[in-house]
């Protein structure tokens, strides 16, 4: 079983749904997930939010918080995990936001930098994480994490 396999059975043992939001990777988690027979019982759907002025008008994440934080940042990650949750009506919801280049302009993150947050009713966590590689290559990288980190917050799968 595979590691997206694995998350679905744990999510739909606990009887729990699971939503996405998505910038760099453009909905390929939602790809990826949506691959696997019998998803829908847990997998809800995602937003892909490509632009920050779609994460204002979807996920009601202010501008000035954005402008504020950068757009690829843990706080911007995780406001819109927490409010893609209520959004997407889920238990659990995924968010990566980043860069995958394969420019960055100046000031702004580097190429390779990806935010991810994980939201659930109890709690929002968010990180981020340096990948190095083509623009591709790093947004698959950056779907496996997602999975990893929502693997992680369920004990039974550190076992594994």
């Not at 994460?55 to 757009?71: A, C, Q, S, T, W």
């Not at 100046?106 to 966590?125: H, Q, R, S, Y």
């Not at 290559?137 to 994490?145: G, L, Y």
């Amino acid at each position: 079983m595979n590691r997206m396999h694995e998350l679905l059975q744990i999510l739909a043992d606990r009887k729990l749904t699971l939503g996405s939001v998505e910038s760099m990777t453009g909905g390929l988690f939602a790809a990826k997930v949506t691959e696997i027979p019998g998803a829908s019982k847990v997998f809800k759907g995602s937003l892909v939010t490509y632009s920050a002025e779609l994460k204002e008008k979807l996920l009601g994440i202010e501008h000035d918080f954005i402008e504020r934080n950068g757009v690829v940042s843990d706080a911007v990650a995780a406001e819109m995990a927490r409010k893609g949750r209520v959004a997407l009506g889920v238990d659990v919801a995924l968010a990566v936001t980043g860069n995958a280049g394969p420019d960055a302009e100046p000031g702004k993150a580097e190429v390779g930098t990806v935010c991810f947050a994980l939201a659930t009713k109890d709690a929002v966590w968010a990180f981020p994480y340096q990948f190095k590689g083509e623009r591709n290559e790093i947004r698959a990288a950056a779907v496996d994490m997602m999975v990893q980190l929502a693997l992680g917050s369920f004990p039974e799968a550190e076992k594994k």
